[in-house]
């Protein structure tokens, strides 16, 4: 981890992301106020990937912004992609450096985990991440305290549609999303799986039909105080509020 965040700083990877930044036309959306209007926080996990930018093409179509919480080994291997992610206006947060449960590290590689990956999206974009989230979204009180120390503050969601489960069966996930979205609603996907992809393409005409509007979470739920935990790890009762739109 310490050799990719060291080559990174050094400005080894400048002119390619330099370049990838050039080539990723930024989301046009205007600024929201979602105190006002029905918002929805899409978050997609453990990128970037190889549907990344397919994703960040549909977003784009529909000048929708989301929250990409990216792993830091995946940016040091492909800083290019992460780069299109922030230049196609999109909120980058730190999803640890290689996702493991950070409830069981010690204290200097909770520390290393959440630093690392820090570092190395602040030399690929040009901007440190101030959300966070750690793999399966486990937490306790010596993470959360570090990831304070760090400046982040940890969001995990409401609606967990589990697409990584449900990769094979797309009507599932959907259902979920159908069911459990509400007005400021964070999201859990993951942009590692074409299903999900295919699933967000599907799906951000009905949430557009039923008024929402696609924010990242800090558009959505302000700035967020270090240290602090935003959401949990499960579904909470059905809110059954949307309205499908023919298919």
């Not at 570092?119 to 979204?137: C, H, S």
Request: charged content about 20%; glycine content about 10%; some cysteine.
């Amino acid at each position: 981890m310490g050799a990719w965040a060291r080559r990174i700083r050094n400005g080894l990877l400048a002119a390619a992301v330099g370049a990838a930044v050039g080539s990723a036309p930024a989301a046009t959306a205007q600024p929201v106020d979602c105190a006002a209007v029905k918002c929805v926080a899409l978050t997609f996990d453990d990128g970037p990937g190889p549907y990344t930018d397919r994703l960040l093409q549909i977003l784009r179509e529909h000048r929708a912004r989301a929250t990409f919480f990216l792993i830091g080994d995946k940016v040091a291997a492909d800083p290019a992609a992460a780069a299109r992610i922030a230049g196609a206006g999109m909120e980058i947060g730190n999803h640890t450096w290689s996702h493991p449960d950070m409830t069981t590290l010690p204290p200097q590689e909770i520390a290393a985990q959440f630093a690392g990956t820090s570092d190395a999206i602040e030399a690929t974009t040009g901007q440190r991440p101030t959300l966070a989230r750690t793999g399966g979204g486990t937490i306790d009180d010596a993470v959360l305290a570090e990831a304070g120390r760090q400046g982040l503050a940890v969001i995990n969601w409401d609606v967990v549609p589990f697409d990584w489960i449900n990769d094979a069966d797309v009507s599932a996930t959907r259902e979920v999303l159908m069911r459990q979205i509400r007005p400021n609603s964070v999201v859990l996907l993951h942009d590692t799986f074409a299903t999900t992809v295919d699933v967000v393409a599907e799906f951000l005409p009905v949430l557009e039909a039923n008024g929402y509007h696609l924010v990242t979470v800090t558009e959505m739920l302000g700035p967020r105080p270090p240290g602090s935990l935003y959401g949990g790890r499960d579904n909470g009762p059905p809110a059954d509020e949307l309205v499908d739109t023919p298919g």
